[in-house]
């Protein structure tokens, strides 16, 4: 067997997600492939790539990054990436970034999302990246985990007083968006917005309300 990589593990979740999603084997056998998949991906280290990339140049802690098959009553958590400090690692759940993705691909804006600004702004913004590719996506995920640990949407006021930005996961997710978009153009020199028609200018959306 080949040399298991980040992408060909991708490939391989996906695969396993679908089929739990869309029910076309029994769920129990579905998620006990996706824990020896789990358990062989964090064997072989694959974490360890999107650690490199995406952890380490913006974290100095000592972080590893897993994949882990946590449910919550038998549906995959809320959560698709979670910091365990205890332990000092970002976890991924796979099954849970493959819904992710599958839910914002089919986002559609109804007429009360146009009546909050900020919620329009968001719902908007993940029906854009909706085109990106799958790993870009998971990248985008791992890097907003790292945004709201360096919390990047945290605003110093007078006297000390922080809060949080107003719209935080879209602030955090932007703020992704843009390092994947840095990463591709100098990885592989392409323009994800232009490649994939990505509309969306920040300037656009910055007032509003």
Not at 28 to 46: G, H, Q, W, Y
Not at 48 to 58: E, G, H, I, R
Not at 177 to 183: L, P, Y
């Amino acid at each position: 067997m080949g040399k298991r990589t980040l992408s060909s593990c991708l490939r391989q979740f996906g695969k396993l997600a679908d089929r739990f999603i869309d029910s076309t084997k029994p769920r129990e056998e579905t998620l006990a492939e996706f824990r020896k998949l789990v358990d062989k991906a964090n064997s072989d280290a694959i974490g360890n790539a999107l650690a490199t990339l995406f952890v380490k140049p913006y974290v100095s802690l000592p972080l590893t990054l897993e994949f882990t098959m946590e449910m919550e009553d038998d549906e995959p958590p809320e959560w698709v990436t979670r910091f365990d400090q205890t332990e000092g690692r970002i976890l991924v759940q796979p099954l849970g970034v493959f819904d992710y993705i599958r839910r914002i691909r089919t986002v559609e804006l109804t007429e009360e999302d146009y009546e909050d600004f900020i919620h329009c702004r968001y719902v908007s913004f993940l029906s854009e990246i909706g085109k990106l590719p799958d790993i870009h996506i998971l990248f985008m995920l791992v890097l907003q985990r790292v945004a709201y640990m360096l919390e990047i949407a945290h605003l110093e006021k007078r006297g000390g007083i922080i809060e949080v930005a107003e719209g935080e996961s879209y602030h955090t997710l932007l703020w992704a968006f843009k390092e994947v978009e840095n990463f591709v153009r100098r990885t592989s020199g392409i323009n994800i917005r232009a490649h994939y028609a990505i509309s969306w200018y920040e300037a656009e959306w910055i007032t509003g309300r």
